[in-house]
C-alpha cells in the first residue's frame, strides 16, 4: 500500500529561525513529489514538484531536497517568517500500471507555528 | 488572471440528499482534479478530468462522481450524502493532466457540513 510519513506532526519555531521539515514515502512506481503549503482555511499552495532525477529544488526561502534511493524528501525554510505559520504537505505521485495513469499520495502534514 | 472558483464556498446538507458542487479552472487550463479533505484523513485524491474524459480515480465509493464540460469547467456529484462526508472539498487545475508533472492551482474549496 503506497503511504506517505510526515514528521513532526506540529513544530513551533521562532520568527528568523529555521527548519527542516520530514517526508518519508513507500510509493511505487515514482513520478513525482510535491510539497504544499496551506494556509488555514484556504486551498493549498505548490511550493516545489520534483522529479526523479531531481536532489534539489529551490522557491525563494524554500528548498526542497529528494533522495529517491532512501524514499526520503525533506523541505528546509530558511529564516523563518510569520507568515510561514501553516500546513505544510508533502504528495508522492505514483506512475499507474497503464500508461498515463497518476494517483497521489498525500502526507497528513506538518503543522508549522512561527512565533514572533 | 482569475484563479480557480468553487461554488458555492459553503453547504449544508440533510443525511441522503445529494449535492453538486462547482469548480472553474483557470482559463487555458485543461485538466481539473477534485480532493477531499477532512481532519481526520487528510487530503484524498478524488478523480481527475482532462478534456471531458476521467483520466484517474481515487479510491471512493460510485457515490461520488464527476464531469467536466468543453470549456473545462468541472463539476462533482455526491448522492445519498453521509455524515462522513462533511469535508472540505478542493479543486485543482492545471494546463495539462495534472498529476504527472505539471503545476496544480488549487481552489478556495468548498466548505460541505451533512446533518
Known amino acids: 500500500k503506497n503511504q506517505v510519513e510526515q514528521s513532526p506532526q506540529s513544530l513551533i519555531i521562532l520568527e528568523g529561525k529555521n527548519c527542516t521539515l520530514q517526508?518519508?514515502?513507500?510509493?511505487?512506481?515514482?513520478?513525482?513529489l510535491r510539497w504544499y503549503k496551506q494556509d488555514t482555511g484556504r486551498g493549498p499552495v505548490s511550493l516545489t514538484i520534483?522529479?526523479?532525477?531531481?536532489n534539489t529544488k529551490s522557491n525563494g526561502r524554500y528548498t526542497a531536497t529528494l533522495d529517491a534511493d532512501t524514499k526520503q524528501s525533506s523541505l528546509h525554510i530558511t529564516a523563518s517568517q510569520l507568515s510561514d505559520s501553516a500546513s505544510y504537505i508533502c504528495v508522492v505521485i505514483s506512475e499507474g500500471a497503464s500508461g498515463g495513469s497518476y494517483i497521489p499520495t498525500f502526507g497528513r502534514g506538518t503543522s508549522l507555528i512561527v512565533h514572533p | 488572471k482569475a484563479g480557480v472558483t468553487q461554488t458555492p464556498r459553503y453547504l449544508i446538507k440533510t443525511r441522503g440528499q445529494q449535492v453538486t458542487l462547482s469548480c472553474s479552472p483557470i482559463?487555458?487550463?485543461?485538466?481539473v482534479s477534485w480532493y477531499q479533505q477532512t481532519p481526520g484523513q487528510g487530503l484524498q485524491f478524488l478523480f481527475e478530468y482532462f478534456s471531458e474524459t476521467q483520466r484517474n480515480k481515487g479510491n471512493f465509493p460510485g457515490r461520488f462522481s464527476g464531469r467536466q464540460f468543453s470549456n473545462s469547467r468541472s463539476e462533482m456529484n455526491v448522492s445519498t450524502l453521509e455524515l462522513g462526508d462533511s469535508a472540505l472539498y478542493l479543486c485543482?487545475?492545471?494546463?495539462?493532466?495534472?498529476?504527472?508533472?505539471?503545476?496544480?492551482?488549487f481552489g478556495p474549496g468548498t466548505r460541505l457540513t451533512v446533518t
Open positions: 520534483m522529479t526523479f532525477s531531481e
Open positions: 517526508c518519508n514515502y513507500t510509493v511505487s512506481p515514482f513520478s513525482n
Open positions: 482559463s487555458g487550463h485543461r485538466s
Open positions: 485543482a487545475s492545471s494546463l495539462e493532466a495534472g498529476q504527472r508533472s505539471y503545476e496544480q492551482y
